[in-house]
Nanobody, 120 residues
């Protein structure tokens, strides 16, 4: 089994910053792509940022230039640095990773979600 634990959400004023973290643990042989998604009230879940095991990162147009995704492979952790936050960034943020387990299975795993609220 593989578990994801997210942290870093909270309430922030417009223009402020937050850093989300998502740590994977369990029977992990290798982690492929690591992503952040978000879901605002009444809206569909959307991908915010993606970082593969190698290669370039991808961002939703709405967050380009403001958010930065990074990963620490030694810690099996992915981060999302969010700057210049706007009220429309308010959502539950979920981490998503593709994992190859020690038994050779490929799993797609979701975190429990962390709420980010941008409001004055």
């Amino acid at each position: 089994q593989v578990q994801l634990v997210e942290s870093g959400g909270g309430l922030v004023q417009p223009g402020g910053s937050l850093r989300l973290s998502c740590a994977a643990s369990g029977s992990i042989y290798m982690i492929n792509a690591m992503c952040w998604y978000r879901q605002a009230p009444g809206k569909q879940r959307e991908m915010v940022a993606r970082i593969p095991s190698g290669g370039s990162t991808n961002y939703a147009d709405s967050v380009k230039g403001r958010f930065t995704i990074s990963r620490d492979n030694a810690k099996n952790t992915v981060y999302l640095q969010m700057n210049s936050l706007k009220p429309e960034d308010t959502a539950v943020y979920y981490c998503n990773v593709g994992v190859i387990t020690n038994s050779g299975r490929w799993l797609e795993v979701w975190g429990q979600g962390t709420l980010v609220t941008v409001s004055s």
